[in-house]
């Protein structure tokens, strides 16, 4: 028989990175769990992702036990990162700061497409390529 879940709580934590302090600890101490305990755990699971932005959904039980499911970073981090860019354009319309080749959307799709709410390649390369044109990179095909 499964638990009484008590709630889900969605974060952003930076791989092998995670500490009680905030916003780990602003997020999860009101509900109970113990805070180094995910800590712990969390960066033993993200090690080989050091650095990278990790979305994290964590199951909170009413026994205040916890399960945590690990996402692919998102799509503007995968980008920044393909093209080795340190941040978005500021006027993305204006100042185009990267280009992507078709082959590159390609591999970024791929890889965050468990996430995506697409079924087909080509519907999560338009969402990697929208993503792209909304941070000022250029699309190269």
């Known amino acids: 028989m499964s638990k009484p ?3 889900v ?3 952003q934590v930076r791989g092998g990175q995670a500490n ?3 916003p780990v600890g602003t997020v999860l101490g009101p509900h109970g769990i113990k805070l180094q305990e995910f800590c712990i755990k969390f960066n ?3 090690r080989d992702q050091m650095g990278e932005v990790i979305p994290v959904e964590i199951t909170i039980y009413e026994d205040r ?3 945590f499911i690990m996402k692919v970073s998102p799509v503007a981090d995968l980008i920044k990162k393909e093209i080795s860019l340190p941040k978005g354009s500021s006027v993305p319309n ?3 700061v990267g280009k992507l080749t078709k082959e590159q959307v390609q591999k970024i799709a791929e890889k965050k497409m468990p996430d995506l ?3 087909e390649l080509e519907a999560a390369m338009k969402v990697v390529e929208g993503t792209a044109r ?3 990179v250029e699309l190269d095909y």
């Open 5 to 7: 879940v008590k709630t």
């Open 9 to 11: 709580v969605k974060l």
């Open 20 to 22: 009680p302090a905030p």
């Open 44 to 46: 033993d699971a993200t």
């Open 65 to 67: 036990t916890f399960d």
């Open 94 to 96: 204006k100042d185009k």
């Open 117 to 119: 709410n697409a079924f």
């Open 134 to 136: 909304s941070m000022g």
